[in-house]
């Protein structure tokens, strides 16, 4: 665990700010920075560990920040719902955005337009299917396979053109390539008029 040395000065602060017999330095400082994270609107993974003492805060996402979002390569799904779909992985939530997008907007090539995956109609041929492409039964197309950051992206967008709320818990896993090796994040986006969602 990283040490880091602080003023007395900015000790005397923090003391201030702690509740009695109740909070360490550490409890302080994260609550300082949920604090800031709520006023920026930046959905950043909690500073505890895994496990039922772990703090997942949920952080409404803006329409600018998924670039905010940290790296998420190296995580896995905990939990996502896409209006109201489940999914349990970064894959599985690409194909029930585009169920739910084809479902509301009548067809594929309607859902094309406006989504940025690869999609084609029907089943993959040999080439189609070695370049990652997954058939999904629900709406008779094919959609390719992408990392974490795409698949993300890509929900995004879906979401707020579609007017649905998404809902990701997220791991990073425990490797040093990761950005938030341990940690877990929640990344949520509501639109601001939720009648349309399930």
């Not at 009695?20 to 949920?34: A, C, G, K, M, S």
């Not at 709406?139 to 929900?155: L, P």
């Not at 997220?170 to 939720?194: F, H, I, N, S, V």
Request: with cysteine; proline share 5%.
């Amino acid at each position: 665990m990283p040490t880091i040395e602080i003023s007395e000065s900015l000790f005397a602060k923090l003391q201030k700010l702690a509740v009695p017999l109740v909070d360490t330095p550490v409890t302080v400082i994260q609550r300082l920075l949920n604090s800031y994270e709520a006023e920026t609107g930046q959905a950043v993974a909690s500073a505890g560990q895994n496990g039922p003492q772990a703090q997942r805060r949920a952080q409404p996402l803006s329409e600018s920040e998924p670039g905010k979002v940290p790296s998420l390569r190296h995580t896995r799904i905990l939990t996502a719902e896409f209006a109201g779909r489940k999914a349990d992985g970064w894959n599985s939530l690409v194909h029930v955005a585009h169920i739910e997008a084809v479902q509301r907007l009548g067809s594929v090539e309607a859902v094309r337009r406006i989504s940025t995956g690869k999609m084609m109609l029907g089943h993959a041929n040999s080439e189609r299917a070695k370049a990652g492409y997954r058939y999904v039964a629900e709406i008779n197309a094919c959609i390719q396979n992408v990392d974490a950051d795409h698949a993300w992206s890509n929900t995004f967008r879906l979401a707020k053109a579609l007017k649905v709320p998404v809902e990701v818990e997220l791991e990073w896993l425990d490797k040093r390539e990761a950005a938030l090796p341990g940690k877990t994040a929640r990344l949520l986006w509501k639109p601001k008029d939720d009648s349309s969602s399930r």
